[in-house]
């Protein structure tokens, strides 16, 4: 293998070797950070959440040569990712071990192969390739890595972002490095994705035996039309970029186990997938209307866990077509799918934002994959990114 000449992939097999599973970072971003401040960044580690649940964030930034910002700003670059990986599973199905990066018929196999740390090696490369032939950039070049996305994500980017925009921290283009592709590294990149919104809701009845239901009130039946109304309703038509909001059930808890009992409350678990022609204030207020038209008793609690985001056509979009295609051949497809990513957050300060990674067949599964032949070409595609935004910042 290409071990001894193949930058992108020697960093990425170091760090397949570090278990950082969530929240441990495990020396990932240390082992980044040195090879950064070698290129002038200067790095910052923000820690953050309990003692038992400690994540670490890096902030490395790179300013612009003096000589580019005298008539007007600079603008910045970032590329974002997540150092943690979700856990193995069971070791003994894997056929070599998930933190021992090991080859096999052209694919580097390991926890994290392709989630994500193909794309944190790949943004390191690039950005030493681009600074060796352009050692005086017209842009701000930054990384902003966690290692909690893979977990509760309440730490992690949102932590980072929220320090930004207090210090008043600028920032106008984002690549976050999720694995983005389906059959080659740049097939297919995000340019948004939809927000996602939980509810809890508790259905309450009066409990009874089973054989007097005149004595008790059950709230399974109760709550039963109203359910076939919600799963009937169209939330939205979607748009260009997103598919229709889409509503499901995940949990339904009622009952004592008796069957000889009417449950006292029924307790529902939903989500919303929702798109940028609805807000969260429209789909609550809609779907309480429904609970309130069939007279229910019940509490609700609301969780938002991100709002949809969208970067239509522009100056990134184009800069990463453009980019794929000269290094590809591909003409890239946009797409909103999956769920959701950091770019929620990055989203609420950067005005574009868009993922691109390598393929993600094999991610969160046993036996996690890349193959080495889409490594390089990933890390072309950012190095070519850094060189347009470049060349338009001189423009």
């Known amino acids: 293998m290409m071990t001894q000449t193949n930058a992108t992939l020697q960093l990425t097999e170091q760090l397949l070797s570090l278990a950082s599973v969530t929240p441990n970072d495990a020396g990932c971003q240390a082992l980044l950070a040195q090879r950064l401040q070698a290129l002038g960044f200067a790095c910052e580690t923000l820690e953050s959440g309990p003692a ?20 007007k700003p600079a603008k910045t670059l970032v590329f974002a990712g997540h150092t943690d990986v979700v856990p193995t599973g069971p070791l003994a199905q894997w056929d070599s071990a998930p933190f021992s990066p090991t080859h096999r018929d052209g694919k580097l196999y390991g926890r994290g192969a392709s989630d ?19 050692p005086d950039p017209a842009l701000n070049i930054a990384l902003l890595l966690t290692s909690d996305e893979e977990g509760p994500a309440v730490d992690g980017t949102v932590v980072v972002c929220n320090t930004l925009k207090a210090r008043g921290e600028v920032l106008d283009y984002c690549i976050v490095g999720e694995p983005t592709s389906v059959e080659r590294t740049g097939d297919m990149i995000k340019n948004g994705r939809r927000g996602t919104m939980s509810g809890k809701l508790t259905v309450k009845g009066v409990q009874g035996h089973i054989a007097y239901p005149h004595m008790a009130d059950n709230p399974i039946h109760r709550v039963a039309p109203a359910l076939a109304e919600l799963v009937a309703i169209r939330w939205d038509e979607g748009n260009a ?32 997938r929702f798109c940028t022609e609805s807000t969260p204030e429209s789909l609550q207020s809609r779907l309480c209307a429904v609970l309130d038209q069939h007279q229910l008793k019940y509490d609700l609690v609301w969780t938002i866990g991100g709002l949809p985001f969208l970067t239509p056509p522009g100056t990134l979009v184009d800069a990463v077509r453009d980019a794929i295609r000269d290094e590809t051949g591909l003409q890239t497809q946009l797409s909103t799918t999956g769920g959701t990513s950091d770019g929620r957050f990055l989203a609420q300060i950067c005005p574009q934002v868009i993922e691109l990674g390598p393929p993600n067949a094999t991610i969160h599964k046993i036996n996690e994959f890349v193959a080495v032949a889409d490594m390089d070409p990933l890390k072309n595609i950012y190095r070519r990114v850094l060189e347009r935004l470049h060349t338009q910042a001189l423009a």
């Open 52 to 71: 038992d649940f400690r994540v670490t964030n890096l902030w490395a930034k790179r300013p612009a040569s003096a000589s580019h910002t005298s008539s």
């Open 116 to 134: 994500m740390k193909t794309s944190l090696a790949a943004f390191v490369v690039a950005i030493e390739e681009f600074l060796a032939r352009t």
């Open 241 to 272: 970029y997103f598919p229709p909001t889409s509503w499901q059930v995940s949990n339904m808890h009622g009952g004592t186990g008796a069957s000889n009992v009417i449950p006292g409350e029924v307790v529902i678990d939903f989500n919303f």
